[in-house]
């Protein structure tokens, strides 16, 4: 089977019922999407299907068909997304290693709330974990991105 | 003594980013304080009051490469310690490099925990930067033909005023690597109000990496030929196999061993827990391996651990007299006088420190020795654990530590690279061990369950007479030694002994308790629960005397004053700090209790359902408040729109980071008050997150107000104190909207209607 990751189309021969997450990650080096609960509990996964974000370890690679995968190597492949320039300049991330999915499931929202309520935001993001705990930072993000985003 | 030597001469190489020209290398010795024992590196020529330090390279192209020894999980700890560095050094901060320290006992220690990170490295990295200046300085003299003293430092160039030339710091790289270091007396260190880094706002190092997915984490780690492994761990601790059906595992495809991992026998210490592993080719067939393997237990004696009846006796416990730590006047006698006595009970369960990243190492182990990447706090440790398990030189063992995706505390232990290791030399090939957030939960070093039993006694104004406290947990100490049930000094320190209120007649004491999981640290550790009993009865103290709860905890804490636990015969660790150089300031803890109050309006009016809460807290010698506002629907719906911090930590030398702390510390001490572990028959009943709660982003406090006291005293932790106090101001918030007193943690469904 074919799959579209980051507008490239590689060649799938594996277990149909592999998880995305670990095909990005351990075929494909696509280690920016993170492994943190394998249950669509944490968000550290997250990814883009067709623009929406999805949990990429409960989404078995036989489920994507022709759908375009983003991930967050893919996000700013073309110079930064705002949402990325916002995260450095509110010097969001700790340890970071919850952020790829934080951004990606921010971008998500974007995409069909240009400028979320703090409401919208919660309701978003809070599948997404930070055990640091940046969320004020990440909210303040998200807000300074709000209407600029493509 | 000098601290400083000539690298190359010493055919010391640096791993990155000088590699293959001249360099400047400063490798210094010099330590405020007489080193831990086990951080002494043995073959160093200097005496037990010296350790080998930091390592700074400055090539010819002028790049500045600095060692960070310490590892990253969040702190920006290779932001701060590159800053201290640069900033001595003069150097341009757009020229400097970070190079992370693989685990060697030549930097001193590399532990990265106890929040002292900076505070044990920033004297000997001012001076390493300052001695590297000074050769730069005399490398030019020496070009130019001029005395020193006509010649200074700018930014990465030296320059001599009276001729006006300049060289920039790579030009005389080369000459200054041929220099002697210049005696640690003769090094002048720059006036604070000339830094450039120290104290200002700077951006995390790794920050671009981190936003664009390129981070490399311990868990990010691929080799060549690399297996991965997951591992099926007794459910109960010290359990082993009776009997393993491994064929369903090995049917699995991309699964292509099945290893029985040697048993644990107590004390638990640093070793793996044993078990079976499933070896791979990919992450998904270990997991499917191991979903497959059919691993029947014999569970042993700690089968017989139940969490709840275990809370009950341990309350029980707090009520009885129990071993005296600390006494001043009598406080029986003023309990029996006092106008109005008050008793209070408190429970803290055990709770995970859950990193995002579960724990994760990749080992390669050959004929000729292991090398490790591993997502680890404690490098050194590892290296020993390691080498131990393998039966092989600590100097044939290489760890590198990646990036981490937070600690907390977990990886300060090394278990599961020496589960790498193990499986690695057995396999023959590299070995990436994955931790699932299942092993993560249920097979960790857990937080320390804790009861508490308070007895307070006020006089007829309202004034605290008495004080009795008895804190029972199972120690940390019951990991590394057979049969402790008594708390350990240093967890005593951690808020309890040091119990920083003037009342005449106070009694501490501490009751015993076995362990049957593996007790570990935790983010700020025992002054999670004591500061959540002390700071949670203060404000019933408070209630009690129909005092205002800011204005009652003032009063406890009294005048400001030096608090001299010598004096009283208290044993006090201090987090392993001079008491001199970092005395317990009553003074300071009631400055942050008035900082924080003023900067959330304390005092003002509020509308039905919301409440005010206030606690402070003294650890790892620095002092928080923390406000917390919160609001409680008629459903029982429980909201945070505001907390206010307030931190002395000293001498700060990233402000934004220090803020940073301080908002994600809250958030983890909300997380303190919402999760917890059980255990029946002693088996973890948590295993991801949808039962063990932590902080969301509609959890949290909406906004997060951050005061820095400014301060010139040393500096101080800054990653563990914000936690403490967050969970007791939580609960006094939640007092006041509701009256009701949440006395045992977690919060959960108390608040519903």
């Known amino acids: ?150 | 003594m000098s601290g400083v030597e000539n690298v190359s001469r010493r055919r010391f190489l640096v791993g990155t980013g000088a590699a293959g020209g001249l360099v400047l290398g400063i490798w210094f010795l010099r330590s405020s304080r007489p080193a831990a024992p086990e951080a002494v590196a043995p073959a160093l020529p200097s005496g037990p009051a010296f350790e080998p330090n930091v390592f700074v390279a400055i090539s010819p192209d002028g790049t500045v490469t600095v060692v960070c020894h310490r590892s990253e999980m969040g702190q920006q700890v290779r932001t701060s310690m590159a800053q201290i560095i640069a900033d001595e050094l003069d150097a341009d901060w757009s020229r400097v490099v970070v190079a992370q320290a693989d685990g060697d006992e030549k930097y001193g220690s590399q532990n990265t925990d106890g929040s002292r990170s900076v505070r044990r490295n920033f004297s000997r990295l001012r001076e390493a930067g300052a001695s590297a200046r000074a050769m730069l300085v005399s490398a030019a003299a020496a070009k130019w033909g001029v005395p020193a003293s006509e010649c200074e430092a700018g930014l990465h160039e030296v320059a001599h005023g009276a001729s006006g030339r300049v060289l920039g710091y790579g030009d005389l790289a080369e000459a200054a690597a041929s220099l002697e270091a210049p005696s640690p007396d003769d090094v002048v260190l720059k006036d604070p109000s000339t830094w450039r880094y120290i104290g200002k706002a700077t951006a995390g190092v790794d920050v671009h990496e981190i936003v664009s997915g390129q981070g490399t984490f311990g868990m990010d780690v691929q080799l060549d030929g690399m297996k991965v492994a997951v591992v099926a761990r007794p459910p109960v601790l010290f359990g082993r196999p009776a009997r393993v059906e491994s064929a369903a595992a090995l049917a699995v495809p991309g699964v292509e061993r099945v290893i029985e991992l040697p048993a644990l026998n107590p004390p638990a210490a640093f070793k793996p827990l044993g078990g079976v592993a499933v070896v791979a080719n990919g992450t998904w067939a270990a997991i499917q391996g191991r979903r497959a393997l059919d691993v029947t237990w014999n569970e042993g004696d700690n089968a017989s651990y139940d969490s709840g009846p275990y809370a009950e006796a341990l309350m029980k416990t707090a009520r009885k007299k129990g071993r005296v730590v600390r006494e001043a006047g009598n406080a029986d006698e003023a309990l029996r006088r006092a106008d109005k006595v008050l008793t209070a009970e408190y429970y803290v369960p055990h709770l995970a420190q859950a990193p995002m990243e579960p724990p994760v190492a990749t080992a390669h182990v050959t004929n000729e020795g292991a090398e490790l990447w591993s997502s680890t706090q404690t490098p050194q440790v590892t290296r020993r654990e390691v080498a131990g398990a393998l039966g092989i030189s600590e100097s044939d063992v290489t760890i590198h530590v990646t990036l981490l995706g937070g600690g907390f505390g977990r990886k300060s232990k090394p278990d599961y690279s020496v589960e790498a290791a193990l499986l690695s030399k057995e396999v023959g090939a590299p070995v990436k061990v994955v931790w699932t957030r299942e092993d993560d939960l249920r097979n960790g070093y857990v937080h320390s369950v804790s009861a508490q039993h308070l007895e307070g006694g006020l006089d007829a104004e309202g004034r605290a007479t008495a004080w009795l406290h008895r804190t029972v947990f199972p120690p940390i100490g019951s990991t590394f030694r057979n049969g402790m049930t008594l708390g350990g000094e240093g967890e005593l320190s951690q808020g309890f002994v040091d119990n920083p209120f003037d009342i005449p007649n106070m009694r501490l004491e501490n009751g015993e308790a076995p362990a049957h999981v593996r007790i570990g640290w935790l983010r700020a550790v025992a002054n999670i629960y004591h500061a959540f009993a002390i700071q949670s009865f203060a404000h019933e103290l408070a209630v009690a005397a129909g005092r205002d709860p800011k204005d009652m905890l003032l009063e406890l804490i009294g005048p400001p004053r030096i608090i001299d636990l010598a004096a009283l015969g208290v044993k006090y660790t201090n987090y392993g700090d001079p008491i001199d150089v970092y005395p317990v300031d009553a003074g300071r803890l009631a400055n942050v209790v008035r900082v924080a109050a003023d900067a959330a309006n304390w005092g003002r009016a509020l509308p039905e359902g919301r409440g005010l809460g206030i606690a402070a807290h003294r650890s790892f010698l620095s002092y928080v408040a923390t406000v917390v506002e919160v609001e409680v629907s008629a459903a029982g719906d429980l909201t945070i729109p505001n907390a206010w911090v307030a931190i002395d930590a000293g001498t700060v030398v990233n402000p934004d980071t220090v803020r940073a702390q301080c908002e994600g510390g809250t958030v983890y001490g909300l997380s303190c008050a919402l999760g917890q572990l059980t255990a029946t028959e002693g088996v973890i009943d948590q295993a991801n997150f949808d039962t063990y709660r932590v902080a969301r982003i509609a959890d949290a406090p909406r906004a997060i107000d951050v005061t820095i006291v400014p301060s010139t005293a040393p500096p101080a932790g800054v990653g563990e104190p914000p936690t403490p106090p967050m969970a007791p101001a939580l609960c006094n918030a939640i007092f006041e909207a509701t009256g009701k007193r949440i006395r045992r943690l977690p919060i959960a469904d108390r608040l519903r209607a």
């Open chain 1, 1 to 150: 089977m074919r799959i579209k990751v980051n507008g490239k189309t590689h060649e799938f021969d594996g277990d149909p019922n592999m998880p995305l997450l670990w095909y990005l990650r351990d075929e494909l080096g696509l280690t920016g999407t993170k492994f943190g609960c394998g249950a669509a509990l944490c968000g550290a996964c997250t990814i883009h299907r067709d623009g929406v974000a999805v949990r990429a370890c409960v989404t078995p690679v036989s489920s994507v068909g022709d759908a375009e995968i983003l991930t967050i190597e893919g996000l700013g492949a073309e110079g930064p997304h705002p949402l990325q320039e916002a995260w450095i300049e509110a010097g969001v991330p700790q340890c970071g290693y919850c952020q790829p999915g934080q951004i990606m499931q921010a971008a998500s929202l974007l995409a069909t709330h240009p400028d979320p309520t703090d409401e919208q935001i919660d309701q978003s993001m809070n599948g997404n974990i930070c055990r640091c705990g940046a969320y004020v930072r990440i909210r303040a993000a998200i807000k300074a991105t709000s209407g600029g985003t493509p």
